[in-house]
C-alpha cells in the first residue's frame, strides 16, 4: 500500500500545550500534505510541503519533511479548544493521486 | 463560492438494494476524487477523474460500485447490490489538474446497509 502511517493514532493534551503528529509514507512523493478533519465534516487542507522543501510554517503550524526517511511531522503550538479534531497526511506523486494516512485524533482540552 | 456539494448526507438503504452518491465538485476543477472511510479510519481511495483522461479505477474495491463523471462536472458513485460491508462515509473531492492543488472536500454521504 502507498498510504502513510500516522502515529500518534491518538493524542490528548492540556489547551497551550504543543502537539506534534507524525506521518511516515513508502514512494517517492511530489509534495506532503496535511489535512484536518472535525467529527462528521469532510477534510479541510492545512499545509503542503514540497519535496524540496524541509520545512514550512503558517500561523501556529509547522511542518517538517525528511524525504530520506520518508517522513513528515506537523507541530501545532499553543494549542487550543478547537483545535480538538484528527489530523491526516497526505502525499501526492507524480499522477495527482493523493494517498491518505490513519489519521491522528487530537484532543485538546480546555 | 461554492464548496464541494454531495448528496444525500445520509442514506439507509437496504442489503442488496443498489445506490447512487452525487457529487458536485467546485466549478472549474477539472480533478475529481472518491474516498471511502470506516468508522474513525483513514480515507480509501476509491477512483479519479482527471480532465479528460480515462479514470484511474484503480481504488475501487469490486465491480459491484461504479463512478462516472458527466460534462466534466458532476459525478455519481453507484454501489450495485450493496452489502453490510458497504457502509461507511463516502467522501468527494475535488482540486485543479495542477500537481500541488489542495483537495476541496464535500461532506460526505454516510451510508447505512441493514
Known amino acids: 500500500s502507498q498510504q502513510g502511517e500516522e502515529d500518534p493514532q491518538a493524542l490528548s493534551i492540556q489547551e497551550g500545550e504543543n502537539a506534534t503528529m507524525n506521518c511516515s509514507y513508502k514512494?517517492?512523493?511530489?509534495?506532503l500534505q496535511w489535512y484536518r478533519q472535525n467529527s462528521g465534516r469532510g477534510l479541510v487542507h492545512l499545509i503542503l510541503?514540497?519535496?524540496?522543501?524541509r520545512e514550512k510554517h503558517s500561523g501556529r503550524l509547522r511542518v517538517t519533511l525528511d524525504t530520506s526517511k520518508k517522513s513528515s511531522s506537523l507541530l501545532i503550538t499553543a494549542s487550543r479548544a478547537a483545535d480538538t479534531a484528527s489530523y491526516f497526511c497526505?502525499?501526492?506523486?507524480?499522477?495527482?493521486?493523493?494517498?491518505f494516512g490513519s489519521g491522528t485524533k487530537l484532543n485538546v482540552k480546555p | 463560492g461554492a464548496g464541494v456539494s454531495q448528496s444525500p448526507s445520509n442514506k439507509v438503504t437496504e442489503k442488496g438494494k443498489d445506490v447512487e452518491l452525487r457529487c458536485d465538485p467546485i466549478?472549474?476543477?477539472?480533478?475529481l476524487y472518491w474516498y471511502r472511510q470506516s468508522l474513525g479510519q483513514g480515507l480509501e481511495f476509491l477512483i479519479y477523474?482527471?480532465?479528460?483522461?480515462?479514470?484511474?479505477k484503480s481504488g475501487l474495491p469490486s465491480d459491484r460500485f461504479s463512478a462516472e463523471r458527466t460534462g466534466g462536472s458532476v459525478s455519481t458513485l453507484t454501489i450495485q447490490r450493496t452489502q453490510q460491508e458497504d457502509s461507511a462515509v463516502y467522501l468527494c473531492?475535488?482540486?485543479?489538474?495542477?500537481?500541488?492543488?489542495?483537495?476541496?472536500f464535500g461532506n460526505g454521504t454516510r451510508l447505512t446497509v441493514t
Open positions: 473531492a475535488s482540486s485543479f489538474l495542477d500537481t500541488g492543488s489542495p483537495l476541496h
Open positions: 514512494t517517492s512523493i511530489n509534495n
Open positions: 510541503i514540497r519535496s524540496n522543501e
Open positions: 497526505a502525499t501526492q506523486g507524480n499522477f495527482n493521486k493523493f494517498y
Open positions: 466549478s472549474g476543477h477539472t480533478a
Open positions: 477523474f482527471q480532465g479528460n483522461s480515462a479514470p484511474d
